[in-house]
Every structure is written in structure tokens, then in C-alpha cells.
């Protein structure tokens, strides 16, 4: 079997007397998606931020390629190759989508202490911004206030930006939250393209792109991983269904 | 496309107006010292405008690094030292280092607590001043010369004056423009509306700002030096919260959108204020209200009201 990529060791998160994420492990492969499902509030966006930086763990570990980034800010764990999109959109409504991608493309391309030349002419940033937006399929719509999309375009520049930081792990936060029936179509198919090429941690409510998507699936409730295995195991797992009874039906 | 061309047109003509204004008959000394009044306020506005409206930096004490700029021309004249040879770099390094150590503190913080770190640095710059007995104190320091520039007295020469305020307004105005359109303007401006997208790409916002902060400080301590020079007085009050405040309220008045907002917001500050006090001895009671209202129902400063009009 191959390295993990992500390695995720024993973290714990209190908030009070809950334990938000309680002696959590799980490992993502490379170029596998490992989706992480679960109801409501069982601490799946938590256990992101945890793994991304913008939330300090009580205890255990992060490990990315070899390297232990518990202690990383989230700049410095994107500059070592993990990539993030929000499960609220999190985009600069006042920049150009182009200028949205370009400004990640600039954090990968030498130094940002550039004050003479206007960023918006260089060609290097314009060109890795339009691969980026061609892969998501908003290639035409580069020049567009990016407060002025829809809310499935912008879940699908989140991608985008998330791509031009050139990462090797994507954790992706409910990343077809909000979207309508075709653009929920159009991001699993892009999901798809992308998996051969990145690891992806998935969390994601719909049972039908999860299972349609995933290599492995970790079913987290209250701040527990209460199972974890390949789709048909999930499956037919009872405390699964356990966790979901109430919450929603588990399509077969 | 075309609100772009109507605000810096519109700043482009006052300033065209202000290029001439001494050939067309208003040579006269009393509208020299308004013109270099308006134009080196004008400068600071646009180095303020560039910290709040571009790095969404609001500091309520800008006055005081342009204070130190000043407070570099008197106490260097104290001592007899007028050459811009040695005032200039002085001023230079006095305001940036100023502007890097209370940046380095206040930047840590955010949103009303920004505001209320930049005010504090700023009283205490003014309550130092008030107590350096020996350039003035309270009662503010005479200069003895106007800066020397390689030996010549030509900062005396009126035109001469008129014309380098000009060259710096415009430099200000260019060189933050540039700023703001470069990689390094980029980071701040995506930072200013939203920072955790920007860390989430890979940048820290904290050396971006903090370098913006130092720049914006350097040059209101070059105004400072000529504002030093053009009344040739320095007193604690050109660092305290009133003078911050005016320059907050120039720079929304024209406009928290654009640099060129903060070169129309201060040419109509200074002439109120000016031309008021004319009208009636209660005209701050006027003033004060007319500047709420303007920013009350000029949403966007006098150049939102421009683009507004238009479309
Ligand atoms: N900053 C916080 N302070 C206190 N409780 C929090 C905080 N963030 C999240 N929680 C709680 O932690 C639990 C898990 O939240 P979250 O990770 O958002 O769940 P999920 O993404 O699985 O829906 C919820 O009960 C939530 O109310
Ligand atoms: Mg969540």
C-alpha cells in the first residue's frame, strides 16, 4: 500500500464540555478520495480546520507528506501543498474571477513584494488563472465580477483557486452545498477529472455523489469516526444507518 | 471603465487648475499658502487613502507620522542643520521608523481596535511633541530657516514652493497607484475584503499591511516637511486626533473607493474651511454638520455622487 499523504493521528477538540473531535485518525492516500460524511454538527468542518490550521487541535497530530504540520499556519500549509475550499463560500466578491485565481497563482509564483509592474499584465499569473478556470469550465466567464456568479459557479472557482495554489491534497467542505440538480452534475464530473490527479479529503451530504465518488468513506458522529471502509462496506454497515436514522436515508 | 475616467479627469483638471493658478493672476502670496495648504494635505489624504480605502487599514493617527516628518525640520533647525542632504533622510527614517513601530503593535489588532491603537500612538506622538520644551513645547517651534536644498534657499522662492508641493501631490498619487495595481497591491486589496481567503491561498496579510503601513507613514512624514516648510511652524497639533480626523474625513468625503477621491476631498475641505469662517464667526457650527451630511447622503464620497449622477 501506498504513503499516506494526509495522516491524521489522534487530534482532539474540546469546545467546552463537548468534544467536537474526539481521538480522530484517518489517512488519505495519494490520488484517492476519502470522503468524511456524517449528520449535522458531528465535527466534520471542525476537523477541516484542524487539518488546514485556522483551528489548533487539544491534542495529536497532523502529518502531511512525512512532515508534522500540527504546529503550521494555514499560509504555510498551503505553500506545503494542501489546498482547501469553504463550506461557505469563501471567495473576493470585488476582484474578477480571473483576479480571484491570479492571486493564487501569484502565492505559487515568486515573490509577492513586487511593486512596480500592475499584476493585472503579467502573463504568467493570467495564464495559470485561465488552466485553472478551464479545468472548473469557467474559462468564459474570467472577466466577470466573481460576486456576480451563481452559487454553483462559485463553488466551482473555490476549485479553481484551490488548483492554482497547486496543491497536492484538496479538502473540499461540502463542496456541492447550495448547488441546483444540473450544477451539482456538472461539479461531480469535475470531481471526477480532478481525482486521478490530487488526493482529495471529501466532506459532502449527498449520499449519491459520495458513493459515486469515493474510494473510502469515514462516517464521523459526535466527534467520533464510528466507521470507516470502501463504499459497500459503508454500505451495508448497521451503526451507519444508526448515525443517519432520522437524518436522512442512505440511497442503495 | 468610464467611472475611471471621470473621477482622475476631474483630478486631473484641479490639478491642471492648481499648475496654472499662479500665471492666471492668483500669485498672490495669501493664495500660494492656500494652494501649498490644500496640495500638501492633499498628499497626506492620498497616502491615507491608500492605507484605509486600499489595505482597509483605518488608522485614526496619521496625522502623527506626518507630525514626525515635521518635527524632523524643526528640531534638525534647532540645531542649525537645514540642508535637505541631511533633513530629508532624517524625516525619512524618522516617520518610517515611527510608522514600523506602532504598525508592528497596531496591525496585530483589528476593525475598532485598530482604530483605537493608531488613535493612542497617535495622542502620545502629541503629548511628546507638547514636551519638548526646548523646540517650543505647547506653544510649537519658529523655524529659523526653510529647508536648504544643496545650499540654495530656494524653498523661499514662492513659485518654486508652489511647484515642488505640485511634483509631490502627484507623486504621492502615482506612486500609490502603482502600489495598489501591483502583486504586492493585489495581497492587500484581496485582504482588506477578505483575509482568509488570502491566508487560505498561501499568504500571511501581517508583512503586506505592516509594509503598507510603513510606506503610508513615510510619506505624510514628507508632507510633514513641507508642511513644515510652508508654514514655517511646527506644533503638537499638527500630530494630534483633530488633524488625523480631518485627513479621515478628506479621504471619505471625495471618495474611500479612489486615490483621486482623497485629492477632491481635501481641495473641498480646505476651501470651506477657508471661505466659511468669511461668511459668519459660527461657521464651524456650519462646517460640522455639512461634512456629516455630505457623508450621510454621498455615499461613495463626492465621486460615488459623481458615478451615481452619470448613470
Ligand atoms: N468555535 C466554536 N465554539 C463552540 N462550539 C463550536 C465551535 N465551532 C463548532 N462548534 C460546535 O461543534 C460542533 C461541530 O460543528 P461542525 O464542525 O461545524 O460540524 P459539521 O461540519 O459536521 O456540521 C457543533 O455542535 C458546533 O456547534
Ligand atoms: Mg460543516
Known amino acids: ?252 | 471603465m468610464p467611472r475611471l475616467r471621470l473621477d482622475v479627469a476631474l483630478t486631473l483638471l484641479v490639478l491642471a487648475a492648481l499648475a496654472l493658478a499662479p500665471l492666471l493672476g492668483f500669485g498672490a502670496n495669501h493664495y500660494l499658502t492656500l494652494f501649498a495648504r490644500i496640495m500638501i494635505l492633499a498628499a497626506a489624504a492620498v497616502s491615507l487613502s491608500f492605507l484605509v480605502g486600499g489595505a482597509g487599514l483605518a488608522s485614526l493617527g496619521h496625522a502623527a507620522a506626518m507630525g514626525v516628518g515635521a518635527y524632523a525640520v524643526a528640531i534638525l533647525d534647532a540645531h542649525r542643520l537645514t540642508d535637505i542632504t541631511i533633513v530629508l533622510p532624517v524625516a525619512i527614517v524618522a516617520a518610517a521608523l515611527f510608522s514600523l513601530l506602532t504598525g508592528a503593535i497596531a496591525i496585530r489588532t483589528e476593525g475598532v481596535n485598530f482604530i483605537m491603537i493608531t488613535l493612542a500612538f497617535g495622542q502620545m506622538a502629541f503629548f511628546t511633541a507638547s514636551s519638548l520644551a526646548p523646540y517650543g513645547g505647547d506653544d510649537g517651534y519658529t523655524l529659523y530657516d526653510r529647508t536648504e536644498i544643496f545650499g540654495l534657499r530656494l524653498m523661499e522662492n514662492r513659485l518654486f514652493f508652489h511647484y515642488l508641493c505640485l511634483g509631490f501631490l502627484l507623486f504621492c498619487w502615482g506612486f500609490c497607484a502603482m502600489l495598489l495595481a501591483s502583486r504586492f497591491g493585489r495581497v492587500l486589496r484581496a485582504a482588506r475584503e477578505n483575509p482568509l481567503r488570502v491566508q487560505a491561498v498561501g499568504f500571511a496579510p501581517y508583512p503586506f499591511r505592516l509594509l503598507a503601513y510603513v510606506i503610508a507613514g513615510t510619506l505624510a512624514g514628507l508632507a510633514g516637511v513641507l508642511f513644515a516648510n510652508a508654514t514655517e511652524f511646527v506644533a503638537p497639533a499638527y500630530m494630534g486626533w483633530q488633524r488625523s480626523g480631518e485627513l479621515i474625513f478628506m479621504v471619505i468625503l471625495g471618495g474611500l473607493g479612489r486615490l483621486s477621491g482623497a485629492i477632491l476631498g481635501a481641495v473641498l475641505f480646505v476651501l470651506l474651511e477657508t471661505w466659511l469662517p468669511n461668511l459668519t464667526t459660527h461657521w464651524k457650527m456650519i462646517f460640522g454638520p455639512l461634512l456629516i451630511l455630505a457623508v450621510l447622503f454621498m455615499r461613495g464620497g463626492l465621486i460615488g455622487f459623481l458615478g451615481a449622477r452619470r448613470g
Open chain 1, 1 to 252: 500500500m501506498a504513503e499516506a499523504l494526509l495522516s491524521v493521528q489522534g487530534l482532539r477538540k474540546h469546545y467546552g464540555g463537548l468534544a467536537v473531535t474526539n481521538d480522530v485518525s484517518l489517512e488519505v492516500l495519494p490520488g484517492e478520495i476519502h470522503a468524511l460524511i456524517g449528520p449535522n454538527g458531528a465535527g466534520k468542518t471542525t476537523l477541516i480546520h484542524q487539518i488546514t490550521g485556522t483551528v489548533a487541535p487539544d491534542a495529536g497530530r497532523v502529518v502531511f507528506a512525512g512532515t508534522d504540520i500540527t504546529r503550521l499556519s494555514l499560509p504555510r500549509r498551503v505553500q506545503a501543498g494542501l489546498a482547501r475550499s469553504f463550506q461557505i463560500t469563501s471567495i473576493i466578491a470585488g476582484f474578477s474571477v480571473l483576479e480571484n485565481v491570479a492571486l493564487a497563482a501569484q502565492a505559487q509564483s515568486g515573490s509577492s513584494f513586487g511593486f512596480l509592474r500592475p499584476a493585472a499584465g503579467e502573463t504568467v499569473l493570467n495564464d495559470a488563472a485561465r488552466n485553472a478556470l478551464n479545468e472548473v469550465g469557467l474559462a468564459d466567464r474570467a472577466m466577470i465580477i466573481a460576486g456576480a456568479l451563481s452559487h454553483g459557479e462559485k463553488r466551482a472557482l473555490e476549485i479553481a483557486i484551490a488548483l492554482a495554489t497547486r496543491p497536492r491534497l484538496l479538502l473540499l467542505d461540502e463542496p456541492l452545498a447550495g448547488a441546483g440538480p444540473e450544477e451539482t452534475e456538472r461539479l461531480i464530473a469535475l470531481l471526477r477529472r480532478l481525482k486521478s490527479r490530487y488526493a482529495i479529503l471529501l466532506v459532502e451530504h449527498d449520499m449519491q455523489a459520495v458513493f459515486a465518488l469515493a474510494d473510502r468513506i469515514s462516517v464521523l458522529a459526535e466527534g467520533r469516526i464510528i466507521a470507516s471502509g470502501g463504499t459497500t462496506e459503508i454500505r451495508a454497515s448497521d451503526e451507519v444507518r444508526a448515525a443517519y436514522l432520522g437524518e436522512e436515508e442512505i440511497p442503495c
